[in-house]
T-cell receptor
Framework: ETGVTQSPTHLIKTRGQQVTLRCSSQ?????VSWYQQALGQGPQFIFQ???????GRGNFPPRFSGLQFPNYSSELNVNALELDDSALYLC?????????FGPGTRLTVL | AQSVSQHNHHVILSEAASLELGCNYS??????LFWYVQYPGQHLQLLLK??????LVKGIKGFEAEFIKSKFSFNLRKPSVQWSDTAEYFC????????????FGAGTRLAVHP
């Protein structure tokens, strides 16, 4: 176990809805990154938060947004859900160059 | 843009066979290299990493990888696989400094038969 937790484990939504996924980072880790892992693919970087500020962003539209809180936990929000948003969403916390991944949230969009 | 290629999407081996999974990356500068494993139903776990120094790195569970800079490669090896090595393996790269964004390959699904 990495000490990174995510909730919920599974989620089913319909197109057009909004979703919030949560991540608690490993103790002492001030950086949180979010990844999307579609079926049969490697994780794709969404964005990263460092000390409550977005620190970098991948090739995802603005309807993917996030937050990091003073305790370094984080949220990923996705608005106007599309079918292609169905994926495993991974959170990873880090202090230096090594990232520690949580178990993920499986999002299904119907 | 950086990218990572994993040559084998599916590999099937018998127990005790040797394993080599290919990984190539495209980036001309200094990189950090990683291999992660995802066992069925479990989260991504770090197998090994290379930042600098000896290009032959040893990881957990008997895995090792060799960084060959001239070939932009970081292949994963294990001399004798076990049934418990059945999993998906991901190669990843990031660049030192800047923000810590990992670029992953598409993964290799390994099935080991007893």
């Amino acid at each position: 176990e990495t000490g990174v937790t995510q909730s919920p484990t599974h989620l089913i939504k319909t197109r057009g809805q909004q979703v919030t996924l949560r991540c608690s980072s490993q103790s002492g880790h001030n950086t949180v990154s979010w990844y999307q892992q579609a079926l049969g693919q490697g994780p794709q970087f969404i964005f990263q938060y460092y000390r409550e500020e977005e620190n970098g962003r991948g090739n995802f539209p603005p309807r993917f947004s996030g937050l990091q809180f003073p305790n370094y936990s984080s949220e990923l929000n996705v608005n106007a859900l599309e079918l292609d948003d169905s994926a495993l969403y991974l959170c990873a916390s880090s202090l230096a160059n090594e990232q520690f991944f949580g178990p993920g949230t499986r999002l299904t969009v119907l | 843009a950086q990218s990572v290629s994993q040559h084998n999407h599916h590999v099937i081996l018998s127990e005790a066979a040797s394993l080599e999974l290919g990984c190539n990356y495209s980036y001309g500068g200094t990189v950090n290299l990683f291999w992660y494993v995802q066992y069925p139903g479990q989260h991504l776990q770090l197998l090994l990493k290379y930042f600098s120094g000896d290009p032959l790195v040893k990881g957990i569970k008997g895995f090792e990888a060799e960084f060959i800079k001239s070939k932009f490669s970081f292949n994963l090896r294990k001399p004798s696989v076990q049934w418990s090595d059945t999993a998906e393996y991901f190669c990843a790269v990031n660049t030192p400094g800047g923000y810590n964004k990992l670029i992953f390959g598409a993964g290799t699904r390994l099935a080991v038969h007893p």
